[in-house]
């Protein structure tokens, strides 16, 4: 079945860039996207990306697709301390019979003053 | 304010209870799902629902159960059969097909006591 794999935690300096790293292995996902789950509340979608592109900037968050290797990153340039949450990575293909979205186990990141 | 509501956004069961967690939105989603939170182990589906009157089962649904008796509504039982129901559960909206993601709801996180 699907699986989509993160590293658990992440800690930067406030001003550094933040690269989370995301692998998934189904190769028929279409949709890939990137939530931010601060505490104690859901889950904020950032951004998505579709199979057929390569990278997707927005602001300061640019998400870099790997299709050959199932590889899925995001990048969040001058990242602040408001930045400090649990991201999770997702994935969809809609053709299939799986229906729902199948989610990564998170990778909290902490950034340091 | 278009959105997705969860209540309560603390409940404790006592062993042997049934416990009904709420869920509504107003985002005129076709779709809606219900998942689990547990620390360390990302999101995982109990069920979810394409359209009024019809449910499919997620990942972990043994031990809840779920109606959708209205487009706007997607309660989710928690029944004596789950024999480890401590969790945070996160219900979410979408539209199908489009691939934009989901939107959540701010969760409600259950306790047996």
């Known amino acids: 079945g699907e699986d989509v794999e993160q590293s658990l935690f992440l800690s930067v300096r406030e001003g550094d860039s933040s690269v989370i790293n995301c692998t998934y292995t189904?190769?028929?996902?279409?949709?890939l996207y990137w939530y931010k789950q601060e505490p104690g509340a859901g889950l904020q979608l950032l951004t998505y990306?579709?199979?057929?592109?390569d990278m997707k900037q927005d602001q300061r968050l640019t998400v870099l697709l790997n299709k050959k290797d199932k590889h899925l990153s995001l990048r969040i340039a001058d990242t602040q301390t408001g930045d400090s949450a649990i991201y999770f990575c997702?994935?969809?293909?809609?053709?299939?019979?799986?229906?729902?979205?199948?989610f990564g186990s998170g990778t909290r990141l902490q950034v340091q003053p | 304010d278009g959105g997705i509501t969860q209540s309560p956004k603390y409940l404790f069961r006592k062993e042997g209870q049934n416990v009904t967690l709420s869920c509504e939105q107003n985002?005129?989603?076709?779709?809606m799902y219900w998942y689990r939170q547990d620390p360390g182990q990302g999101l995982r589906l109990i069920y979810y629902?394409?359209?009024?009157?019809?449910?499919q089962k997620g990942d972990i649904a043994e031990g809840y159960s779920v109606s959708r008796e209205k487009k706007e509504s997607f309660p989710l039982t928690v029944t004596s059969a789950q024999k480890n129901p401590t969790a945070f559960y996160l219900c979410?909206?979408?539209?199908?097909?489009?691939?934009?993601?989901?939107?959540f709801g701010s969760g409600t996180r259950l306790t047996v006591v």
């Open positions: 979410a909206s979408s539209i199908l097909g489009q691939g934009r993601g989901y939107t």
């Open positions: 189904d190769s028929s996902s279409t949709y």
């Open positions: 990306i579709f199979s057929n592109m």
């Open positions: 997702a994935e969809t293909n809609p053709d299939t019979g799986r229906r729902a979205l199948t």
């Open positions: 985002l005129n989603h076709d779709a």
């Open positions: 629902s394409q359209i009024v009157n019809d449910f």
